[in-house]
Every structure is written in structure tokens, then in C-alpha cells.
């Protein structure tokens, strides 16, 4: 399913004396299959576009079509739930929003609301909680008896459990030690590669973007600033710096060794991996690739 | 959603009403409440409602703004009217349908029922348009003061206050955000069925339960590992000052009291 921004403008409180405008001409497209990363600092408009993608805002201008719907700016919409039944989004801090009495119910609460049979949700949530990596029998367990990793894989559970077609997650790892990150960043790649899943990963992590991202779209003050694949949007790192934003370890290091040596390696790497080799071939004196 | 609500919220600008001290501003609204009842006749409301609207043109908030910010209130305006119009029986019947009637009274009762509803609505949303919470509650405090002699917790009670409005943006923020992650979850809490949207209530109200005693205590901790031990002793950082303006505005409400005494009927 493919998601469409079109020229959209959005302002927080219009007509009030709190009016502000958040997102102005933002154009992008997460085209069916594709895992796309939007970064920016906070205030940047980046969680503004992620309440978009399902239809809980609406634009004050321009259009945005998920799937076969349009949603326009200043048209009343009906019967939102089907567009919210295949764009899951997975709020920042998640595990702020359970509410139920042990994890299944909770787990079931989404695909039952969409109209899934309590047998079908129960099958539903029991394959959800091993693909986040806890078991069984944490079903009948108070979620709020779990520690907070835990918590976090269980309201990341009750999103996937509605079997979206599209997934959007708003830093998701934020707040979780570095292995647990990991875990749940390589969970959603296997998703978005074993389903075919579109993914929208809303991040400040420029390390997460360039190791899972097939597109980087860069926000700054409420418009797209750039977007490319993670070559190309580094491939002038310095720019990024200068905006005050990160690059990935790799890249500053790279940057800085062709500053020191005063000449370029040709190509910017993305990986340890890639960057060793290049390094090697370029301090052994050869043409780098 | 929330963001229509008027009452309760401070809109930064630079007017007489803003400048003026809490303390001033407390006592008016306190005698305003009083003296709403003082009105009984079309020329007293009259007065009121002048004074009223002398006060809004003070604060230099958009009238738009101000009226936008009634509408919430409006239906708990036209219920007390209703009330009144079918409720309150004398004078000649106006409409007469079977055992049903209007009469003169209720009519009168109504407009000037809710006409009073709407005024102290408005006046008491000035206080809070035009001061922040934190003056609010150093003029209730120091306007309490006196009652420290008998031992009643002024300090305390101010410190309450101030914590409780500090918290109503954040907890705003938060219902919206559960809101949202509940409604990408299927639930629908603006259409469908009035026994679905009663039932949505229960995923947004836990949630914003637990955050707010994890809150509490979190500040709790926070306070005392900053040395937090009560009211005895501290200093104030926000020094209040009354003016010359302030004794005015109480002069012109003094006035206004006296007019409304005379043309009251």
C-alpha cells in the first residue's frame, strides 16, 4: 500500500493565538515494500508527518492519499478505522498506552477493534509476543507487573498483532540500553523484509537510518530539507554537521581522515566493513575504488 | 481536542489587565462574584455587562478568540435557559399548549440567569487569560497569609495549587498522545455509537492514572533531593508589587458596586 504526501501544510490550533505552523509543502512518498527514515531535530515537523500517515491529523492544506484514500484538507472524513487498521503506528514510549488487565488482553485489543474474532486475535497475539522476542507465558501476566523493556515489546506487540500493512515507529528505541535497541531495530528489519512491511522509522538516529533505510528524508523546520538514499545524503556530511545534526561513526570518521590526509577516498561507506577496506586500499597507496 | 478549551489557559501579551498585580486581581473577581447578584433588572446587567466588556477590551485578547474560547460553555448556558424557561412559573403565561405553558417570569429568569453565567464565565477566564498560574497562586498565598497565625497551611495549600496547574498542559499532552495511540489502535472516540465512545473512556483514563501517581512521586523524590522542607523560612523569587493601578481598578469596581446598588430594583 502506498502512502502519499501532497503538498501538505499543517498548523497546530489555527485560529487561535497558539497558532503554529508545523509542517508547510511537505511532499513525500512511501511507496509499497520500502523502509524509509524521517530525521530531523525536535520541532523539525518529523512527528507531525508520522500523524499523518494514518489519518489522526489532517492537513489544513493539500492532500494525502493512503492506499485508495484521500484525505483533503478542510473535508469532513467518515470511517477513518479502515486506514488505521492497515498503518500501525507505534508511538514513542508505547508502553504508556496499555491498559488492560494481563498482556493478551491487551495484545488483542487493537485487532479486535478492527472487528478480528477474539479466537483469531488470541492466535494473533500469541505469534506477536515471540516475534518480540518474549514468551508465552507472559500472556497472563498484569503488563504493568513487566519491566519497562518488557512492556515496551508488549505495546509493540498489540501493533503488530493488527497485521498492519504499513508500520510506523516513532523512535522506538528511545529510552532502552543499547542491546535491547538492537534487538528491537533488527525485529522490525525481519518484519519489513520477511512481510514485505513498508516501514517508516521516525528517528534521531542517523546510526539507525543509515544501517536499515533504503530512503533518508532529512526535516528541518517543517519542510523536507532533502531526502536520497543513505549514500547520497552522506555523501556531504559536512552540510549535516553544519545544520547541527549527527552522521553515523563511520562517516565522521571517514570525514575526518580524508580532512587529515587532505584528499578524498572517492566513496562514501556506510559500514565498518566497507569503510576498512576502502581505508586499507587508500593507505596501501592504491586507487581507491 | 482539547485545544478549543478557553478556561484555565494563559495567553502571553502586554495589557493593563496582564501588568496588573494577582493580588488586585484576585479581589476583584472575588467582590465580581459577589456582586453579580446584586443585578436584578435589565439596567444593572446592563452596567455589569459594560464593565464586563470594558474589562475584555483591557486584556487586549481577540474578541474572536474570547468568543470562539464560549462555545464549550454555550450548551451548559442554553440548558440553564431551558430550565428556566419551562421550570420557573409567574407572571402572565406568553405560551400556552395544554398543561404546558412559558411564563413572563421564566423568561426573565432565563436571560438573566444565563446572562449571568456567561458574565462571570468571562470574567474569571480574564484572570486566568491574563496571569500565569504561578501569580495566581503567590497572590493567593499572600493574600492568605494572615491565616498562617491559626495554623492553617497556606504555604502548603499554595504549593498544592501551583503543582496541580503546573500539570494540566502536560496532562493535556498526554491524553492527546493516549488518545491518538489508542485511536491508531482502532479506537474511535469523536463518531459511532454513545455506548462505544463511553466504553473508549477506559483505555485513556488508565493510562493517564498510572503516569500521573509514577509523576507524583517522581516530583516528590525530585523535591526532597533538593532539600525541599516546607514554607518556613524561604524567600520569594517573584516579588509582587502593587501600584497605582491596581488601587484604581479596586476603585472602579467600587464604583461599579455603587451604581448597581442604586439602579437596582
Same mark, same amino acid.
Given at each position: 500500500?502506498?502512502?502519499?504526501?501532497?503538498?501538505?501544510?499543517?498548523?497546530?490550533?489555527?485560529?487561535?493565538?497558539?497558532?503554529?505552523?508545523?509542517?508547510?509543502?511537505?511532499?513525500?512518498?512511501?511507496?509499497?515494500?520500502?523502509?524509509?527514515?524521517?530525521?530531523?531535530?525536535?520541532?523539525?515537523?518529523?512527528?507531525?508527518?508520522?500523524?499523518?500517515?494514518?489519518?489522526?491529523?489532517?492537513?489544513?492544506?493539500?492532500?494525502?492519499?493512503?492506499?485508495?484514500?484521500?484525505?483533503?484538507?478542510?473535508?469532513?472524513?467518515?470511517?477513518?478505522?479502515?486506514?488505521?487498521?492497515?498503518?500501525?503506528?507505534?508511538?514513542?514510549?508505547?508502553?504508556?498506552?496499555?491498559?488492560?488487565?494481563?498482556?493478551?488482553?491487551?495484545?488483542?485489543?487493537?485487532?479486535?477493534?478492527?472487528?478480528?474474532?477474539?479466537?483469531?486475535?488470541?492466535?494473533? /497475539?500469541?505469534?506477536?509476543?515471540?516475534?518480540?522476542?518474549?514468551?508465552?507465558?507472559?500472556?497472563?501476566?498484569?503488563?504493568?507487573? +513487566?519491566?519497562?523493556?518488557?512492556?515496551?515489546?508488549?505495546?509493540?506487540?498489540?501493533?503488530?498483532?493488527?497485521?498492519?500493512?504499513?508500520?510506523?515507529?516513532?523512535?522506538?528505541? /528511545?529510552?532502552?540500553?543499547?542491546?535491547?535497541?538492537?534487538?528491537?531495530?533488527?525485529?522490525?528489519?525481519?518484519?519489513?523484509?520477511?512481510?514485505?512491511?513498508?516501514?517508516?522509522?521516525?528517528?534521531?538516529? !542517523?546510526?539507525?537510518?543509515?544501517?536499515?533505510?533504503?530512503?533518508?528524508?532529512?526535516?528541518?523546520?517543517?519542510?523536507?530539507?532533502?531526502?536520497?538514499?543513505?549514500?547520497?545524503?552522506?555523501?556531504?556530511?559536512?552540510?549535516?554537521?553544519?545544520?547541527?545534526?549527527?552522521?553515523?561513526?563511520?562517516?565522521?570518521?571517514?570525514?575526518?581522515?580524508?580532512?587529515?590526509?587532505?584528499?578524498?577516498?572517492?566513496?562514501?561507506?556506510?559500514?565498518?566493513?566497507?569503510?576498512?577496506?576502502?581505508?586499507?586500499?587508500?593507505?596501501?597507496?592504491?586507487?581507491?575504488? | 481536542?482539547?485545544?478549543?478549551? +478557553?478556561?484555565?489557559?494563559?495567553?502571553?501579551?502586554?495589557?493593563?489587565?496582564?501588568?496588573?498585580?494577582?493580588?488586585?486581581?484576585?479581589?476583584?473577581?472575588?467582590?465580581?462574584?459577589?456582586?453579580?447578584?446584586?443585578?436584578?433588572?435589565?439596567?444593572?446587567?446592563?452596567?455589569?455587562?459594560?464593565?464586563?466588556?470594558?474589562?475584555?477590551?483591557?486584556?487586549?485578547?481577540?474578541?474572536?478568540?474570547?468568543?470562539?474560547?464560549?462555545?464549550?460553555?454555550?450548551?451548559?448556558?442554553?440548558?440553564?435557559?431551558?430550565?428556566?424557561?419551562?421550570?420557573?412559573?409567574?407572571?402572565?403565561?406568553?405560551?400556552?399548549?395544554?398543561?404546558?405553558?412559558?411564563?413572563?417570569?421564566?423568561?426573565?429568569?432565563?436571560?438573566?440567569?444565563?446572562?449571568?453565567?456567561?458574565?462571570?464565565?468571562?470574567?474569571?477566564?480574564?484572570?486566568?487569560?491574563?496571569?500565569?498560574?504561578?501569580?495566581?497562586?503567590?497572590?493567593?498565598?499572600?493574600? +492568605?497569609?494572615?491565616?498562617?497565625?491559626?495554623?492553617?497551611?497556606?504555604?502548603?495549600?499554595?504549593?498544592? !495549587?501551583?503543582?496541580?496547574?503546573?500539570?494540566?498542559?502536560?496532562?493535556?499532552?498526554?491524553?492527546?498522545?493516549?488518545?491518538?495511540?489508542?485511536?491508531?489502535?482502532?479506537?474511535?472516540?469523536?463518531?459511532?455509537?454513545?455506548?462505544?465512545?463511553?466504553?473508549?473512556?477506559?483505555?485513556?483514563?488508565?493510562?493517564?492514572?498510572?503516569?500521573?501517581?509514577? @509523576?507524583?512521586?517522581?516530583?516528590?523524590?525530585?523535591?526532597?533531593?533538593?532539600?525541599?522542607?516546607?514554607?518556613?523560612?524561604?524567600?520569594?523569587?517573584?516579588?509582587?508589587?502593587?501600584?497605582? /493601578?491596581?488601587?484604581? !481598578?479596586?476603585?472602579?469596581?467600587?464604583?461599579?458596586?455603587?451604581?448597581?446598588?442604586?439602579? @437596582?430594583?
Amino acid at each position: 500500500m502506498d502512502i502519499s504526501l501532497q503538498n501538505i501544510e499543517y498548523r497546530y490550533q489555527a485560529d487561535t493565538p497558539f497558532e503554529r505552523l508545523a509542517l508547510s509543502d511537505v511532499s513525500l512518498d512511501i511507496p509499497s515494500g520500502s523502509y524509509i527514515a524521517i530525521i530531523g531535530h525536535t520541532g523539525s515537523g518529523k512527528s507531525t508527518v508520522l500523524q499523518h500517515l494514518n489519518a489522526l491529523l489532517k492537513p489544513t492544506k493539500g492532500t494525502v492519499l493512503i492506499g485508495s484514500r484521500e484525505i483533503r484538507a478542510g473535508r469532513k472524513e467518515k470511517n477513518l478505522k479502515a486506514v488505521r487498521e492497515k498503518v500501525g503506528i507505534v508511538f514513542q514510549f508505547p508502553e504508556h498506552q496499555l491498559f488492560e488487565e494481563t498482556v493478551e488482553k491487551d495484545i488483542c485489543f487493537g485487532p479486535m477493534n478492527f472487528g478480528v474474532s477474539e479466537t483469531e486475535a488470541k492466535r494473533r /497475539a500469541s505469534v506477536a509476543i515471540e516475534q518480540v522476542g518474549l514468551t508465552k507465558d507472559i500472556l497472563e501476566k498484569s503488563p504493568f507487573d +513487566l519491566s519497562g523493556g518488557q512492556m515496551r515489546r508488549v505495546a509493540i506487540a498489540g501493533v503488530l498483532a493488527m497485521e498492519p500493512q504499513v508500520i510506523v515507529l516513532d523512535e522506538p528505541t /528511545a529510552g532502552l540500553d543499547p542491546r535491547g535497541r538492537k534487538e528491537i531495530m533488527d525485529l522490525f528489519y525481519q518484519l519489513h523484509q520477511d512481510k514485505n512491511l513498508s516501514t517508516v522509522l521516525v528517528t534521531h538516529s !542517523m546510526e539507525d537510518a543509515a544501517a536499515y533505510a533504503d530512503e533518508i528524508i532529512i526535516m528541518h523546520q517543517g519542510s523536507v530539507f532533502e531526502k536520497g538514499t543513505p549514500s547520497e545524503i552522506f555523501s556531504a556530511p559536512q552540510a549535516l554537521i553544519d545544520m547541527g545534526l549527527d552522521v553515523p561513526e563511520v562517516v565522521r570518521f571517514q570525514l575526518k581522515l580524508e580532512q587529515a590526509f587532505g584528499r578524498k577516498m572517492g566513496k562514501v561507506c556506510l559500514t565498518a566493513e566497507e569503510l576498512t577496506d576502502v581505508v586499507a586500499s587508500f593507505l596501501k597507496g592504491g586507487n581507491p575504488s | 481536542m482539547m485545544e478549543k478549551v +478557553l478556561f484555565g489557559r494563559y495567553v502571553p501579551a502586554d495589557s493593563l489587565l496582564h501588568r496588573m498585580d494577582p493580588r488586585s486581581k484576585l479581589i476583584i473577581i472575588f467582590l465580581y462574584v459577589c456582586i453579580v447578584f446584586l443585578a436584578n433588572n435589565p439596567w444593572t446587567y446592563l452596567i455589569l455587562a459594560a464593565y464586563t466588556i470594558l474589562m475584555a477590551g483591557l486584556s487586549k485578547i481577540a474578541p474572536r478568540f474570547l468568543i470562539a474560547g464560549l462555545k464549550p460553555v454555550l450548551w451548559l448556558v442554553l440548558f440553564t435557559l431551558l430550565l428556566h424557561l419551562f421550570f420557573t412559573k409567574g407572571g402572565e403565561p406568553v405560551v400556552q399548549l395544554g398543561s404546558f405553558a412559558i411564563y413572563e417570569e421564566g423568561i426573565r429568569q432565563g436571560i438573566f440567569i444565563s446572562l449571568r453565567f456567561l458574565l462571570l464565565i468571562v470574567v474569571t477566564s480574564l484572570l486566568t487569560l491574563t496571569t500565569t498560574p504561578i501569580e495566581i497562586t503567590d497572590g493567593l498565598e499572600s493574600l +492568605l497569609g494572615p491565616l498562617k497565625k491559626v495554623n492553617f497551611p497556606v504555604h502548603e495549600l499554595a504549593l498544592m !495549587m501551583s503543582i496541580s496547574l503546573r500539570f494540566i498542559p502536560t496532562l493535556m499532552q498526554e491524553t492527546d498522545k493516549i488518545m491518538k495511540a489508542q485511536m491508531a489502535r482502532g479506537v474511535e472516540y469523536t463518531s459511532g455509537p454513545i455506548k462505544d465512545r463511553l466504553k473508549a473512556i477506559v483505555p485513556l483514563l488508565i493510562p493517564l492514572f498510572i503516569s500521573s501517581f509514577k @509523576r507524583a512521586e517522581e516530583l516528590a523524590i525530585a523535591m526532597e533531593a533538593r532539600g525541599y522542607r516546607g514554607g518556613v523560612g524561604r524567600t520569594k523569587y517573584r516579588q509582587l508589587n502593587w501600584t497605582f /493601578a491596581d488601587t484604581g !481598578m479596586i476603585l472602579l469596581l467600587a464604583a461599579v458596586t455603587l451604581l448597581l446598588i442604586v439602579f @437596582r430594583g
